[in-house]
């Protein structure tokens, strides 16, 4: 009798977040590697050296339509009463993730390329962090870190004016606590999704707006300033502004030799310098290679170590 009714009733867990399997973390490392590289080439690939002086910036032809970010439809907002697992075959059960589950499970997706997938459990990671038991506690903590993960995801799926909009919702979803960090990290990644889309001067504003932050924030954490000397150094590349990027790289490498995104951007800053009439030649590409080595050194050795684990 009472096992029938058990059976009958609506079961309700509150799932927390588990730790990534060693498939997904040994997916996360070659990501890692594989976005390093492709970072590095920014825009601007190495075979498309221009032979001159001043090359003119790659500018998209839909520069004008990016003038102005037009507004997102509205969309139904997810709460926890609408979310149960997919997966599941009881129609009587209902698993409701914690806030921080989510966020998981969509950072989880993302590292498999689910970028779709992934943007919904940001959703729902917003949408529970709101009606969540901690309360604010929780909204604020969970909610910023989802929106800027949505919007990381967006700049994977090639939507760039959203995900800038998304950057701005994570600031104004923080606390006082956490504003200052997180609107340097939404600068950054309103920059990145800039310097993809080609809108340089866009991404110039972003990380002029971090930095003049960082500067009046120096107990901020150094993880902050090496993101927005990685995007500057990028949009640095973008603009064939190869030495600016070698500057802005060789500070941070004094500080993280083994930063392997660093690493990449000075292969093909010293690759692109080169060939331009104030370039060194073989002694930028000797440079260029060394770098690559090195790179490739780390990579193995990430690798060898994770595999021995």
Do not use: W
Request: some cysteine; aromatic content about 4%.
């Amino acid at each position: 009798m009472n096992a029938t009714k058990q059976t009958s009733d609506t079961v309700r867990a509150t799932v927390t977040s588990r730790k990534p399997t060693r498939h997904v973390q040994l997916l996360a490392i070659l990501r890692k590697h594989l976005e390093a590289r492709k970072r590095a080439h920014c825009s601007k690939p190495i075979d498309a050296v221009v032979y001159h002086k001043s090359p003119a910036p790659v500018v998209s032809q839909k520069a004008s339509e990016r003038a102005e970010h037009p507004p997102l439809p509205e969309l139904p907002e997810p709460t926890p009463e609408s979310i149960s697992p997919s997966t599941s075959d009881k129609q009587d059960a209902q698993i409701i993730l914690s806030p921080d589950a989510y966020l998981s499970e969509g950072r989880e997706k993302m590292i498999i390329g689910d970028y779709d997938l992934a943007m919904k459990d940001f959703d729902f990671a917003i949408a529970s962090a709101k009606n969540s038991h901690s309360g604010q506690i929780a909204h604020a903590q969970i909610a910023p870190e989802a929106e800027l993960s949505k919007a990381e995801a967006l700049i994977s799926l090639g939507k760039f004016n959203e995900a800038v909009f998304q950057a701005q919702k994570a600031i104004e979803s923080s606390s006082p606590s956490n504003s200052v960090s997180m609107s340097v990290r939404a600068a950054n990644l309103s920059a990145t999704a800039h310097i993809k889309s080609g809108d340089y001067e866009s991404a110039e504003k972003d990380l002029a707006r971090a930095f003049s932050t960082l500067d009046a924030n120096l107990s901020l954490d150094f993880s902050l300033k090496r993101e927005s000397l990685l995007v500057r150094s990028e949009l640095s590349i973008s603009k064939s502004n190869y030495s600016e990027s070698i500057k802005d790289l060789s500070l941070l490498l004094k500080r993280e030799p083994e930063n392997l995104r660093a690493l990449h951007l000075m292969v093909t800053a010293h690759k692109n310098i080169a060939f331009l009439p104030h370039g060194k030649g073989s002694a930028d590409l000797a440079e260029a290679n060394s770098y690559l080595k090195l790179a490739e050194e780390i990579e193995r050795k990430e690798l060898a170590e994770f595999m021995s684990r």
